[in-house]
């Protein structure tokens, strides 16, 4: 296994929220108070085996990490203008479900953020099945509750060709009560090489 620092030379992260670009270039510059992401990245060098210290991977993770950008997924250029030179691959995390009010908005969202893409890039999703909240603090957020035809179609739709998908259900023990999520899902798509 190997990890985003190993193959790409620069990293473009987005978000919608400016205090989450804000708290994220913090982290970038190693400043003192930010998020601690020593755990995630501890964790990466275990599952990777290769002896390589936490630290130097975080080094080399602030190093590539080159731009931080705005972005709405429900417009059609979701960073305002055109990624250049556009990606060779995206991940999305648990994002687009959140932040769509319905199936064709997700759908939408998902040619949006696929638009980023080079042709034969790769698009790595990751994501909640049958959700359709969660708890932030007190509030309560909607998420529309997808199954797994629901990305295989929006994904078909937005012109990826799918490389593989594999679904678990949530088990019993790591069900919190912070969301009401069946199960989640992970998908790895690609767009097609030009013609």
Known sequence: MRDACDHFEEIVATDYL??????????????????????????????EGRGEPWQDKERRLRGRLRRILPIDVHQPDPLGAPLRPPA?????????????????????????VGSLLRP?????????????????GAARLPVVPLAE???????????????????????????????????VFFAHAQKPPEA
């Open 120 to 136: 034969g890039g790769h698009a790595l999703l990751l994501g909640a099945l049958g959700e359709s909240f969660y708890l932030a």
């Open 18 to 47: 400016a205090v989450n670009r804000e708290e994220l270039r913090r982290w970038a510059r190693g400043e003192p108070g930010t998020f601690d992401w020593s755990p995630f990245i501890r964790h990466v060098c275990k599952i």
């Open 149 to 183: 035809d629901d990305v295989r179609g929006a994904l078909a739709g937005a012109g990826f060709a799918l490389r593989d998908f594999r679904s678990y259900l949530m088990p019993p023990a790591l069900k919190t009560g912070v969301d009401d999520v069946a199960g």
């Open 88 to 112: 060779d691959a995206l991940l999305s995390a648990f994002c687009l479900e959140a932040v769509s009010p319905d199936r064709a908005s997700f759908a939408r969202a998902l040619a949006h």
